[in-house]
């Protein structure tokens, strides 16, 4: 993941380019993800087994991860949790 896989290392003008290159700049992660820009994850149930779905914010995660995975440090992030509830299930 990141420019040595070369999907990061082409400019761009998706939100993981901007993401990714900004916060590389920076040299860290702490609040990198901060109130306004908090990702919508889906709770979801497959075959009985809980799940997570990336709903909303997949450039800021996708540049975030990769950067971990370069070496920076990992720094919690507040996220939306959504979930559905089924009408049997009231």
């Not at 993941?1 to 901007?18: E, H, I, S, T």
């Not at 540049?63 to 995975?69: E, G, M, P």
Request: a negative charge; hydrophobic letters at 40%; one cysteine or more.
């Amino acid at each position: 993941m990141g420019p040595d896989r070369r999907f990061l290392a082409k400019p761009d003008p998706g939100r993981q380019y901007q993401c990714y290159w900004a916060w590389r700049g920076i040299g860290s992660l702490a609040n990198a993800i901060g109130p306004g820009d908090r990702p919508l994850i889906e709770a979801v149930e497959l075959d009985g087994n809980p799940e997570y779905e990336i709903v909303d914010g997949w450039g800021r995660l996708l540049s975030f991860a990769a950067l971990v995975l370069e070496g920076l440090t990992f720094f919690p992030f507040e996220s939306f949790l959504a979930s559905r509830t089924h009408p049997d299930d009231r």
